[in-house]
């Protein structure tokens, strides 16, 4: 077995070392640059080929299902990507070529301002392709996944330089396998700013996005979460604003197991504290069936949700209503009507959140975001796995004495995990550049 998985490891190296690069717009490819395996410590556009989309007035992520191969084989690194100015990492997805899709921003390449930017990596983290997408606004990517029939890609993001003028549209793009735009949709609206933040295919083939939208006509502050449902193409077949009269936002969501949708954010408009966590629950047409909200009388925040084997949830953010310190990692586990079967803090006495969680294939978690408690710099990448329970077995910070953090998590085929997000501490000309770390099943790059 040892002998056939060296063979075939070598097989995957000949084949990406011939592997023709691809450029981004109006630029080289940035190879990665490899980090120093010393850093890791242990705690208990291209334009638009379509005529936007204006607004004028998913499937399921997948649990991991395998067994894992031994801890011997799975490959470790740790990468940075960028260029002489910021370049971030918000989502990452393991492809079925064993590579990884990685979708950010970037103020190094692209037209002028922040573009989107889209990375495709081999399984060792070394770029086959990278493209940015914007114009002459401020854009950016903000979630990536690959298209059911592995045919490309579709990304969500927002952008000024297209759709409604003088306001942030959100930005829907659908690629090929080269990363190259096949579509691309804006969808925004008069006096208000749109966000999108994330987008899954869902069972009939269309999209279901998630984001924020927010009022700018007149006096006071206001926003709503704000639901997008396309067809295969893009086109716009239903969208819903859902929120109180204060402060309310769409961080993710995807399709449930039953056609309908579940969405996680913020609120301050409900619930018991300054803000409180937002989980909603909709049907298929994107009415609500229920809503709840988790939280104390401070600060408590949702960004990253996913439907358990259990049918539940699991969902991940920040609190300052519980635990040790300033913001702690909030882990909440509910069952299929949204009430709560048991919560979790994690992190110390100074700041630390949770950005992304994901059922592992052992039924825990897996989960990933920031810490400034703990680690060796200002902000470390905080990788922490738990039981079923949310009892935690391990945890792991990445980074080096200046600011890195972790946007995304996704156990991957091999039983270890992806994570990206972003790096100071390793950037090529000192600002942030993309960070790209792959760990075994114990958190472990060394």
């Not at 918000?90 to 037209?111: K, R, V």
């Not at 399709?255 to 937002?278: P, R």
């Not at 391990?394 to 980074?399: A, D, L, M, Y």
């Not at 946007?407 to 992806?418: H, L, N, P």
Request: with cysteine; hydrophobic share 25%; aromatic share 12%.
């Amino acid at each position: 077995m040892k002998k056939f998985i060296i063979i075939i490891i070598a097989m995957i190296i000949i084949i990406f070392s011939c592997a023709k690069n691809e450029n981004p717009t109006g630029t080289g490819d940035q190879q990665p640059t490899q980090l120093p395996t010393s850093i890791q410590t242990s705690t208990t556009p291209s334009i638009l080929t379509s005529t936007p989309t204006f607004i004028q007035t998913s499937t399921t992520p997948s649990i991991p299902t395998s067994t894992p191969t031994s801890l011997s084989s799975a490959i470790k690194f740790e990468k940075s990507f960028g260029g002489n100015s910021i370049d971030e990492g918000s989502s990452i997805q393991q492809t079925t070529d064993g590579g990884y899709i990685i979708a950010g921003f970037t103020n190094s390449f692209g037209a002028s301002g922040y573009n989107g930017y889209l990375v495709k990596t081999d399984s060792f983290g070394n770029t086959i392709w990278s493209n940015t997408f914007g114009g002459n606004g401020s854009d950016q990517l903000n979630f990536v996944r690959q298209t059911v029939d592995s045919s490309g890609y579709i990304i969500i993001g927002s952008t000024d330089s297209y759709g409604v003028p003088g306001y942030k549209n959100i930005y829907l793009v659908r690629t090929n396998n080269n990363g190259t735009a096949i579509w691309t949709k804006a969808f925004g609206e008069n006096k208000y700013n749109c966000y999108g933040k994330s987008v899954h295919q869902t069972s009939d083939d269309g999209y279901f996005i998630v984001g924020t939208k927010e009022y700018t006509g007149g006096f006071g502050y206001t926003t709503d979460v704000f639901l997008i449902k396309t067809d295969n193409i893009g086109t716009m077949t239903w969208s819903k604003t859902i929120g109180g009269s204060s402060i309310d936002n769409g961080f993710f969501g995807q399709q449930t197991k039953d056609g309908g949708y579940i969405v996680i954010g913020q609120t301050f408009s409900y619930g018991a504290g300054n803000s409180d966590i937002y989980l909603i629950k909709i049907d298929n047409s994107g009415n609500t069936v229920w809503s709840k909200t988790f939280g104390g009388t401070s600060v408590d925040v949702g960004y990253s949700i996913q439907q358990t084997k259990d049918e539940g949830y699991i969902i991940v953010g920040k609190t300052t209503s519980y635990g040790a310190g300033d913001y702690d990692v909030y882990l909440i586990k509910t069952d299929s009507s949204g009430n709560i079967q048991w919560s979790k803090t994690f992190g110390g006495t100074n700041a630390d959140e949770g950005n992304s969680v994901q059922q592992t294939i052992d039924g825990g978690y897996i989960i990933a975001g920031y810490t400034t408690s703990y680690g060796a710099g200002d902000y470390d990448v905080y990788l922490i796995k738990t039981d079923s329970s949310g009892n935690i077995q391990w945890s792991k910070t990445f980074g080096g004495n200046s600011s890195d953090s972790g946007s995304w998590v996704q156990q991957t085929a091999d039983g270890g995990y992806i994570i990206t997000g972003s790096t100071k501490s390793f950037s090529a000309n000192g600002d942030y550049d993309i960070y790209l770390i792959k760990t075994d099943s114990n958190g472990n790059v060394n």
